[in-house]
């Protein structure tokens, strides 16, 4: 079989079922992920630009119980309370201005059984990505978009829904260019995660990783 990452949302929800059935509510309930959220920072800790210690930061924003995800500033926010104090608090406490994405965990969660990438591996040179939206933002052009649109592709966005565009990358240097153009095509700010970095934060918001990373 021919892989093709493009997994419609609305095919992958047929086949997933209810969405309650693979979470473990007990578990789900006791971290609070109707109401945790999770912080995504735009173009920092790349190429030496923007640079700071993540692990740091959610040390120093303890009382908001934050987790840390990797080095690309993904942080999971157990106890956010209000978002405009939980904003102004992390922002204040990096050395340089950013941007900050954040998202409800109940949403991202739904990503585990909605998942747009079905069950096939991809190639080794293809990695698998998710965009989040600073909001939600309709794409009316049809998909899937391919950046550069013409030759061989180095980005392929196959789906957006909601807040989260899917899509696949080559690993290649110019890479990073076309995926800045997906800001152009959602009219709104966006930054990316690869599907690995999504899996671990579903682990934690389903209590599966201590707060100790």
């Not at 696949?168 to 260019?177: A, D, E, F, L, N």
């Not at 995926?179 to 995660?193: H, K, P, S, Y």
């Amino acid at each position: 079989m021919t892989w093709s990452p493009i997994r419609r949302l609305r095919v992958v929800r047929r086949r997933a079922g209810p969405i309650q059935r693979d979470v473990t509510p007990a578990t789900f309930l006791f971290h609070n992920c109707e109401m945790a959220l999770v912080a995504f920072l735009r173009g920092v800790n790349v190429g030496g630009h923007k640079t700071f210690r993540p692990s740091v930061l959610a040390r120093d924003l303890s009382d908001y119980d934050v987790v840390n995800v990797g080095a690309a500033g993904t942080f999971v926010v157990r106890k956010p309370g209000s978002r405009v104090r939980l904003r102004t608090a992390l922002l204040r406490r990096l050395p340089f201005k950013a941007e900050v994405v954040l998202c409800d965990g109940r949403d991202l969660m739904r990503l585990e059984t909605e998942n747009p990438f079905g069950s096939e591996a991809s190639p080794p040179d293809v990695v698998r990505f998710v965009s989040i939206l600073s909001k939600t933002a309709a794409v009316r052009a049809p998909l899937p978009v391919t950046f550069p649109p013409h030759g061989e592709w180095l980005v392929r966005v196959i789906a957006v829904e909601g807040q989260f565009v899917f899509g696949v990358y080559r690993r290649h240097m110019k890479t990073i260019g076309c995926l800045g153009q997906i800001d152009e095509l959602c009219g709104v700010a966006a930054t990316t995660r690869n599907w690995n970095t999504i899996i671990a934060i579903l682990r934690i918001l389903k209590g599966q990783v201590s707060k100790g990373r």
